[in-house]
């Protein structure tokens, strides 16, 4: 069994994102997950690397996490930079327009091993697959409301 040092975790994202607020940061024993504060009445949008409930359990891939991590930095950075681009992320979320997220999301994760891009209600989810491992990791952000 692996564990988590959520505390080492921490550091190495504070090395990339400062002291920018973070609501919580969490591991489920298949991967990791980040919760940044957001105005209401959103209030929390989730990002993390995992593989899907139910597969497997303590199953993780440092590798297979650092490619994918180098694999969406690309998007991440064009969503922060490029309002126009992070507005049509949302416009295929909310049309649930696929077609048109996959085209937006491929334009900047050029990866070979994205295999699937899907959307969930309040966000997507970006599908990996590596080799050196038989399952689909999924990178996934999505919106959280607090009623």
Same mark, same amino acid.
């Given at each position: 069994m692996r564990e988590t040092d959520i505390a080492r975790?921490?550091?190495l994202l504070r090395s990339v994102i400062g002291?920018?607020?973070l609501s919580a940061l969490a591991s489920n024993g298949v991967g990791w997950f980040v919760d940044l504060p957001l105005p209401k009445p959103l209030l929390v949008i989730t990002n993390g690397t995992t593989i899907r409930p139910g597969q497997v359990q303590f199953t993780f891939s440092s590798t297979i996490n650092r490619a994918i991590a180098k694999? *969406?930095?690309?998007?991440?950075r064009e969503i922060i930079c490029n309002p126009s681009y992070a507005a049509l992320i949302v416009?295929?979320?909310n049309t649930q327009n696929e077609t048109l997220l996959n085209h937006v999301i491929r334009s900047t994760v050029t990866s070979r091993r994205l *295999?699937?891009?899907q959307i969930d209600f309040s966000g997507f989810f970006l599908g990996f697959k590596y080799p050196t491992s038989k399952y689909v990791y999924l990178n996934e952000v999505f919106r959280e409301y607090v009623m």
């Open positions: 975790m921490n550091k002291s920018e607020p694999a *969406v930095i690309p998007l991440y416009k295929a979320i *295999v699937s891009v």
